[in-house]
T-cell receptor, first 115, second 112 residues
Framework: ETGVTQTPRHLVMGMTNKKSLKCEQHLGHNAMYWYKQSAKKPLELMFVYNFKEQTENNSVPSRFSPECPNSSHLFLHLHTLQPEDSALYLC??????????????FGPGTRLTVT | DAKTTQPTSMDCAEGRAANLPCNHSTISGNEYVYWYRQIHSQGPQYIIHGLKNNETNEMASLIITEDRKSSTLILPHATLRDTAVYYCIVRVASFGNEKLTFGTGTRLTIIP
């Protein structure tokens, strides 16, 4: 148990559906992240939020829309996805308050399948 | 952030020390070395980090060469639960640079 929870753990959606992934951290951290891990590929950073402000968008297509209403919650809204978007989506958090906030704590991930 | 090179896979007998190497020959003076691992179908887990001194915690030891061009992660008494992909990452630890760049890592298999 890392203090970072993600729901749902598994999601199957059609290409025309709209769904959302939720992440919640109970660690008092100020930075939150979305990563994507496709089969046989390294983890790819998608978005970074520091103190609720988006500080990184790693050229992610607009069909992925993040939302960070407060420092404890992070959402990833999904719409009109493609089958190649099927992957494990991981959320992480870190202290985010300066150069000594090294560790990121990851949630268990949401396994997304787009049909 | 500097690039790292790790072996694709390694085996280690249960109960023995597992030594995982990482080459980071282009590391700069303000970059730290981090190690994470990912057990199958779980999120990555932080293990340890260091700048230039050797470091030890309850999970592992990190040995960094004097020129900082390479490092070794040591799991002193490997168990079957240590089977995972191990990632060596170097990055500048500064405010606003929070991102980790994962490579392909080393797949460590602990053999009973």
């Amino acid at each position: 148990e890392t203090g970072v929870t993600q729901t749902p753990r598994h999601l199957v959606m059609g290409m025309t559906n709209k769904k959302s992934l939720k992440c919640e951290q109970h660690l008092g951290h100020n930075a939150m992240y979305w990563y994507k891990q496709s089969a046989k590929k390294p983890l790819e950073l998608m978005f970074v939020y520091n103190f609720k402000e988006q500080t990184e968008n790693n050229s992610v297509p607009s069909r992925f829309s993040p939302e960070c209403p407060n420092s404890s919650h992070l959402f990833l809204h999904l719409h009109t996805l493609q089958p190649e978007d099927s992957a494990l989506y991981l959320c992480a958090s870190s202290q985010g308050q300066g150069p000594f906030s090294y560790e990121q704590y990851f949630g268990p991930g949401t396994r997304l399948t787009v049909t | 952030d500097a690039k790292t090179t790790q072996p694709t896979s390694m085996d280690c007998a249960e109960g023995r020390a597992a030594n995982l190497p990482c080459n980071h020959s282009t590391i700069s003076g303000n970059e730290y070395v981090y190690w994470y691992r990912q057990i199958h179908s779980q999120g990555p887990q932080y293990i340890i980090h260091g700048l230039k001194n050797n470091e030890t915690n309850e999970m592992a030891s990190l040995i960094i060469t004097e020129d900082r061009k390479s490092s070794t992660l040591i799991l002193p008494h490997a168990t079957l639960r240590d089977t995972a992909v191990y990632y060596c990452i170097v990055r500048v630890a500064s405010f606003g640079n929070e991102k980790l760049t994962f490579g392909t890592g080393t797949r460590l298999t602990i053999i009973p």
